[in-house]
């Protein structure tokens, strides 16, 4: 598969990307060549799938929970279960499997081709897109049982330790870092979560910080000072779940640019090469023998460099690659996709837009919806009025 004429992220440079079984093969200027199995494509972006360095994917069929701002995520915990049992205990209905395979969509929908889940492990199968699970799991110092002995245990001491580490505004949240940090007598290697009360030294001690902004305003009215914490540990870009932040990571991408915390050239980092180089992975870069992870989308009207990459939205996807296989693509994509196998993809719409997403998401949305009829998907599947 050779995609022509595409525009990289951030440059506007027209290339030409070979796709050869899961890697990419060759990366040259664009050709006005009419190669056999050559898809040319129009006024479209190209950039490494995006990698969501934090997610729940059994916890994004919940709406958002909280009503006013925290001082941090103990008393956001305890709040929610108080307030909000009943909502809670009709999500927790569907089975997790269930949960789970809806979180692999809304990522995809995204253009998420890696995601990394926190939790328990989800049981499924890389079908989709690459579920990251290859670390210890651990929530968080006030939340995990255990947890002193479990960052120290010998078992799975080569894996880095993901947790939630300072997601709060007061001195409970800061003191919590020290704790993680002066307990982990092996050094093992720490990835945050949030990290919203983290100082520079406490920075230092991390092997990475995954920024979640829009978590952080929801909760907290406040999020990580990723301008200076960036000099000291490799920031990533995460979305956390449905319960504190928006299913669109592209929204969550705007906000975190509005923040000016980062430059457009840093921010987009986040979800690739940085995110790669923390989980050891062999994606985040377009570039000859990297894994074919790749994205397509409609540059909007009036864009160009990043601009055009942070406009994006769902509906703006032409294609998804995961691994060499196409995972999702546009209706106008259809013509030119002519060895696809339409039965393997669901039809769907995205703000009235027609895409193709491989797997059966109708039947999974309407077994979700046996169990919880409140259910409330952000795409349709039946054609718009």
């Known amino acids: 598969m050779i995609l022509d004429n595409l525009k990289m992220a951030g440059t506007d440079e027209p290339v030409s990307i070979a796709v050869t079984g899961t890697k990419i093969t060759n990366i040259a200027a664009a050709s006005d060549s009419a190669d056999t199995g050559k898809i040319s494509l129009d006024n479209a972006l190209v950039f490494p799938g995006l990698i969501n360095s934090h997610d729940h994917l059994d916890f994004n069929l919940f709406p958002r929970f909280g009503n006013k701002t925290y001082s941090n995520y103990t008393e956001w915990g305890k709040h929610i279960h108080k307030s909000y049992k009943s909502e809670i205990d009709a999500v927790l209905k569907v089975p997790v499997a269930l949960r789970s395979e809806w979180g692999v969509f809304k990522n995809l929908l ?17 079908e989709l897109l690459s579920i990251f699970e290859e670390t210890q799991c651990l929530h968080s110092v006030h939340f995990q049982k255990g947890w002193k002995f479990k960052l120290n245990s010998p078992f799975g001491a080569k894996i880095p330790v993901n947790i939630h580490v300072g997601e709060g505004d007061d001195w409970l949240a800061f003191k919590e870092i020290d704790q993680l940090t002066n307990w982990n007598f092996f050094k093992r290697k720490l990835i945050g ?6 100082s520079e030294s406490q920075a230092k001690k991390f092997e990475a910080l995954v920024w979640c902004p829009e978590s952080n305003f929801y909760l907290l009215d406040k999020t990580a000072s990723i301008d200076i914490l960036k000099d000291h540990t490799n920031i990533l870009f995460g979305t956390d779940s449905t319960l504190t932040g928006g299913w669109n990571i592209w929204e969550h991408l705007r906000l975190a640019r509005r923040t000016k915390l980062l430059s457009d050239a840093a921010l987009y980092d986040t979800l690739n090469k940085n995110a790669a180089k923390a989980w050891k992975l062999n994606c985040g870069e377009l570039k000859t023998g990297a894994d074919a992870d790749l994205v397509v989308a409609r540059i909007k009207k009036g864009t160009t460099g990043f601009q055009s990459f942070f406009m994006t939205d769902p509906a703006d996807l032409l294609l998804v690659i995961h691994r060499g296989n196409i995972r999702l693509f546009d209706e106008t994509m259809l013509a030119k996709l002519v060895d696809i196998d339409i039965k393997n993809y669901s039809k769907v719409y995205v703000n009235d837009v027609c895409k193709y997403v491989q797997g059966k998401l109708p039947a999974l949305m309407a077994q979700i919806t046996e169990y919880y009829p409140q259910a409330s998907f952000p795409v349709i599947t039946t054609q718009p009025d």
């Open 110 to 126: 995204c253009g998420v081709t890696t995601v990394v889940n926190h939790g328990e492990p989800s049981g499924l199968k890389e």
């Open 193 to 198: 979560v949030h990290g919203v009360a983290m």
